[in-house]
């Protein structure tokens, strides 16, 4: 396997079939350190399923998933967080009744194995209190820590998942349709945001708005029945007549 010594992720020959049906057919898939890549492809084309695959929510039939060297394709969804791989869901998962900011320290307490229930109040939860609000800070959303999840607008609640998903001290972060469900005046947040994450973090950006994976992609992975068409930088894609007839003849920008 002829991989770039730069690669964080590297993909091989992933595939998965659920019974006669192949959702994922002989993926290749590399991540530099700090890439920025967006995946698009029309419904059905198996983006979640890959995503499902990546993360151990799915296990594949046959391929190989390596980050930095170790072979994570039979590993458990823990530890593939454990081995920097995290992900943000397309619904999100979170404890809408309990305060933002003890959303982010929950999963830091856990990234660092401690039993949250039993530190609360304690000097440790404190600390993974502190270190939360930073997260939401790098979300700009620092002034609602103390507000409960479901008071806040979808927006803000979308990068609430993010700032989890940085909780866990990523390497590879994998954004599962961070705009889904926006409305357009609150669209903006989400552009901010994404601009605003850590350079050295790949980030694999699974979205259906093709004005925020254009803005924030380097590169763009066009995935159809469950194969990669292409891969390449956004004016290629969005000028390859390939690419926009898997759109049904429309532009896909």
Not at 57 to 83: C, F, N, W, Y
Not at 110 to 122: D, I, P, S, V
Not at 220 to 231: D, E, F, K, P, W
Request: charged share 25%; proline share 4%; hydrophobic share 45%.
């Amino acid at each position: 396997m002829n991989v770039a010594a730069d690669n964080i992720l590297t993909v091989r020959g992933l595939c998965k079939n659920f019974g006669a049906l192949a959702v994922t057919q002989q993926v290749d898939l590399d991540l530099a350190r700090g890439a920025r890549i967006g995946l698009i492809g029309p419904n059905g084309a198996g983006k979640t399923t890959l995503v499902n695959l990546l993360t151990g929510m799915l296990s594949s039939d046959a391929g190989t998933i390596v980050i930095d060297g170790h072979h994570i394709e039979k590993a458990k969804p823990e530890t593939r967080v454990r081995h920097g791989l995290v992900r943000t869901h397309q619904i999100n998962t979170l404890l809408m009744e309990t305060s933002v900011r003890d959303n982010v320290a929950i999963a830091v307490a856990e990234r660092q194995n401690y039993a949250w229930r039993m530190l609360r109040y304690g000097p440790q939860w404190r600390a993974c209190l502190d270190e939360a609000q930073h997260y939401l800070e790098e979300m700009r959303i620092g002034h609602a820590g103390d507000r409960r999840v479901s008071e806040l607008p979808y927006g803000e609640q979308r990068l609430l998942e993010i700032a989890i998903g940085l909780s866990l001290k990523p390497r590879i972060l994998l954004l599962d349709e961070p705009g889904a469900g926006i409305p357009s005046t609150e669209a903006h947040i989400i552009h901010e945001a994404l601009e605003s994450l850590p350079p050295d973090i790949a980030i694999l950006l699974i979205e259906h708005d093709m004005d925020l994976v254009f803005k924030f992609a380097r590169e763009i992975v066009v995935l159809v029945l469950g194969r990669v068409l292409t891969r390449d930088v956004p004016a290629n894609i969005s000028s390859n007549a390939e690419v926009r007839s898997v759109y049904l003849g429309r532009s896909v920008v």
